[in-house]
């Protein structure tokens, strides 16, 4: 059967709206004269921007409302930002495309383009992520950190204001927003397990609708976030998992390295293993057993305790 009307579900934030735009507008160039309606959703996660996401409830936040409305039938796909997604997907739904990976770093933004190394001492450092806290505070142990929610134009401003001397972003979603952000560099931590893909979620019974996505859909981005979500499913990741994963495809090898810390970064396990790009899921899984033996069930055993 032919479609040629679509519903796009996102979150109405600036970010989401530039990148399922791009989304939106490449599959338009692949299907002419295809229609594509877009419904923006506020979800749980836009509402809170006073605490942390691992105080409230963590992932789910930015997506449950937006897996509602695909479930209810009310939109034909969803596009996400990867990294917001649980490690389970509600029963019914799947990713059914996954695009081409951006940039997956993250960056540090100073009015003056510093690197870590060159900030001053006991510089603030604006950031909601407890990953990229505790990943720099391995690089410079002097860093305060403080809460930095909201879009990423409300970030830059409190930045241009003073309230930080540096806050961290996502390269990929700089790229998506067409900043040309000189003062970004990049800093040497892994990135949260999915940075930088976009998932394209449809309910899994619609098959006619995923061959329709298929042109847009990159086999190397799926590979890498099949490992890398398969080693957050394990550790039962989640926002108040201290938890870097990053599979980086070189030929048909996959290299996948992982983060792992304790909430106060007392515990730090640092890994990773190589394999065939044939079995991202093994690999993961080896990966994972690697982590148990350095300790990393005592380090859930913490994050349980102190959730």
Same mark, same amino acid.
């Given at each position: 059967?032919?479609?040629?009307?679509?519903?796009?579900?996102?979150?109405?934030?600036?970010?989401?709206?530039?990148?399922?735009?791009?989304?939106?507008?490449?599959?338009?160039?692949?299907?002419?004269?295809?229609?594509?309606?877009?419904?923006?959703?506020?979800?749980?996660?836009?509402?809170?921007?006073?605490?942390?996401?691992?105080?409230?409830?963590?992932?789910?936040?930015?997506?449950?409302?937006?897996?509602?409305?695909?479930?209810?039938? $009310?939109?034909?796909?969803?596009?996400?930002?990867?990294?917001?997604?649980?490690?389970?997907?509600?029963?019914?739904?799947?990713?059914?495309?996954?695009? $081409?990976?951006?940039?997956?770093?993250?960056?540090?933004?100073?009015?003056?383009?510093?690197?870590?190394?060159?900030?001053?001492?006991?510089?603030?450092?604006?950031?909601?992520?407890?990953?990229?806290?505790?990943?720099?505070?391995?690089?410079?142990?002097?860093?305060?950190?403080?809460?930095?929610?909201?879009?990423?134009?409300?970030?830059?401003?409190?930045?241009?204001?003073?309230?930080?001397?540096?806050?961290?972003?996502?390269?990929?979603?700089?790229?998506?927003?067409?900043?040309?952000?000189?003062?970004?560099?990049?800093?040497?931590?892994?990135?949260?397990?999915?940075?930088?893909?976009?998932?394209?979620?449809?309910?899994?019974?619609?098959?006619?609708?995923?061959?329709?996505?298929?042109?847009?859909?990159?086999?190397?981005?799926?590979?890498?976030?099949?490992?890398?979500?398969?080693?957050?499913?394990?550790?039962?990741?989640?926002?108040?998992?201290?938890?870097?994963?990053?599979?980086?495809?070189?030929?048909?090898?996959?290299?996948?390295?992982?983060?792992?810390?304790?909430?106060?970064?007392?515990?730090?396990?640092?890994?990773?293993?190589?394999?065939?790009?044939?079995?991202?899921?093994?690999?993961?899984?080896?990966?994972?057993?690697?982590?148990?033996?350095?300790?990393?069930?005592?380090?859930?055993?913490?994050?349980?305790?102190?959730?």
């Amino acid at each position: 059967m032919t479609r040629n009307r679509l519903v796009m579900g996102t979150r109405g934030s600036p970010l989401a709206s530039a990148q399922s735009g791009l989304f939106a507008d490449a599959l338009r160039a692949v299907h002419p004269g295809l229609e594509i309606e877009v419904k923006k959703i506020t979800t749980s996660g836009d509402k809170i921007q006073n605490r942390f996401l691992s105080e409230v409830g963590g992932k789910g936040l930015f997506v449950k409302e937006i897996e509602d409305a695909l479930l209810g039938d $009310e939109i034909d796909f969803a596009v996400h930002s990867l990294k917001d997604m649980p490690a389970v997907l509600p029963e019914g739904l799947e990713i059914g495309c996954y695009p $081409e990976r951006r940039n997956p770093r993250d960056v540090l933004i100073s009015l003056g383009g510093l690197s870590y190394q060159d900030l001053p001492v006991k510089a603030r450092i604006g950031t909601s992520s407890l990953r990229r806290r505790l990943q720099l505070a391995r690089l410079r142990s002097d860093f305060r950190f403080e809460l930095l929610r909201g879009n990423i134009d409300t970030r830059m401003r409190r930045l241009d204001e003073g309230t930080f001397d540096a806050i961290v972003l996502a390269r990929a979603g700089l790229e998506r927003l067409g900043l040309d952000v000189k003062n970004a560099v990049e800093i040497p931590i892994l990135p949260a397990p999915g940075q930088g893909t976009l998932a394209i979620e449809i309910r899994s019974a619609d098959a006619a609708l995923k061959n329709l996505l298929s042109p847009l859909h990159h086999d190397a981005t799926e590979l890498a976030s099949l490992a890398e979500r398969r080693v957050m499913r394990e550790l039962g990741g989640s926002c108040n998992l201290p938890l870097g994963a990053y599979g980086e495809i070189q030929g048909d090898e996959m290299n996948l390295s992982v983060f792992l810390a304790s909430p106060e970064g007392a515990q730090v396990i640092e890994t990773s293993r190589k394999g065939s790009c044939e079995n991202p899921l093994g690999l993961a899984d080896v990966l994972v057993e690697e982590v148990w033996r350095l300790g990393g069930r005592k380090i859930l055993d913490a994050i349980q305790k102190n959730s």
